[in-house]
């Protein structure tokens, strides 16, 4: 099946920092998807790429679809407090109904 | 919109035991999925479904069975618990493909501990 390495596994920064993380494929992706998930909660949907090279943005977030279509990365600049949680890649590759997730990037941010 | 609920948010399950997850969603989304998610494991894909009355193998569907009666409606079903089952399940739901789409929308997930 497919598989995503993402990483860093975890992260702890001080606030006002900036963060980038990044998810690698060995197959293509058509699709690649950010998600956050605070403690306790379900994922919730940050950044959504559909074309390589694509570079998207949502407040403070940025992500883009790497040209290979192999890698996605997430950026977080100045980030704050309520940043702290996991952010998962997902990524969906042709005739795929389904996404394939990778295990997340644990960040903590420093007051 | 309620988007995405879960049913029930906690439950304790003696080795044995059956239960049912119950998910629904008032999106009109025509796919709908199971996931479990263990430390360090991220989300993997119990059972899916495409459409009403079709449901499909994921990663992880060995002694989990799902049914799709209805449209909103997607059941997880544990016939006999066992304590590899302790996990949390996600249900998420998403379109079918339409210019691209595949974004999944998740519950907020039901904490499942099998003794």
């Known amino acids: 099946g497919q598989q995503l390495n993402q990483s860093p596994q975890s992260m702890f920064i001080q606030e006002g920092e900036d963060v980038s993380m990044n998810c690698t494929s060995s197959?293509?992706?058509?699709?690649w998807l950010w998600y956050k998930q605070d403690p306790g909660e379900g994922p919730v949907l940050l950044i959504a790429l559909y074309k390589a090279g694509e570079l998207t943005s949502n407040g403070r977030l940025t992500a883009q679809f790497g040209i290979t279509r192999k890698d996605s990365f997430l950026n977080i600049s100045a980030s704050i407090p309520s940043d702290v949680g996991i952010y998962f890649c997902?990524?969906?590759?042709?005739?795929?109904?389904?996404?394939?997730f990778g295990k997340g990037t644990m960040l903590l941010v420093s007051p | 919109n309620a988007g995405v609920t879960q049913t029930p948010k906690f439950r304790v399950l003696k080795t044995g035991q059956s239960m049912t997850l119950l998910c629904a969603q008032d999106?009109?989304?025509?796919?709908m999925y199971w996931y479990r998610q263990d430390p360090g494991m991220g989300l993997r894909l119990i059972h899916y479904?495409?459409?009403?009355?079709?449901?499909a193998k994921g990663e992880v569907p060995d002694g989990y069975n799902v049914s799709r009666l209805k449209k909103q409606n997607f059941l997880l079903g544990l016939e006999s618990a066992a304590p590899s089952q302790t996990s949390v399940y996600f249900c998420?739901?998403?379109?079918?493909?339409?210019?691209?789409?595949?974004?999944?929308?998740f519950g907020p997930g039901t904490r499942l501990t099998v003794t």
């Open positions: 998420a739901s998403s379109y079918p493909e339409r210019g691209g789409l595949y974004e999944q929308y």
């Open positions: 999106m009109n989304h025509e796919y």
């Open positions: 197959s293509i992706f058509n699709t």
């Open positions: 479904s495409v459409g009403e009355g079709t449901t």
């Open positions: 997902a990524g969906r590759g042709s005739g795929y109904s389904t996404l394939t």
